[in-house]
């Protein structure tokens, strides 16, 4: 199977600091599911999950000062 088969997009997740949580996937629920493999339940408490910027990963470089 290619990476053509199931695109992956780039999300940034809204965070509740004012900040965003950039994550990866083939839909924003995947993407969430994503990190919380990766982040504490601390840490998934400060994403807003319904508020999110979907964009293609070469685009990647445009939203880099808005990581936190």
Same mark, same amino acid.
């Given at each position: 199977?290619?990476?053509?088969?199931?695109?992956?997009n780039?999300?940034?997740?809204?965070?509740?600091?004012?900040?965003?949580?950039?994550?990866?996937?083939?839909?924003? $629920?995947? /993407?969430?599911? @994503?990190?919380r493999?990766?982040?504490?339940?601390? $840490?998934? /408490?400060?994403? @807003?999950?319904d508020?999110?910027?979907k964009?293609?990963?070469?685009?990647l470089?445009?939203?880099?000062d808005?990581?936190?």
């Open positions: 199977m290619s990476s053509f088969d199931h695109p992956t780039m999300y940034l997740f809204k965070m509740k600091n004012g900040k965003n949580k950039l994550a990866y996937g083939e839909s924003p $629920e995947d /993407a969430l599911d @994503i990190l493999m990766r982040l504490t339940e601390e $840490e998934m /408490a400060q994403i @807003i999950p508020q999110f910027t964009f293609h990963p070469r685009q470089q445009k939203y880099i808005d990581l936190g």
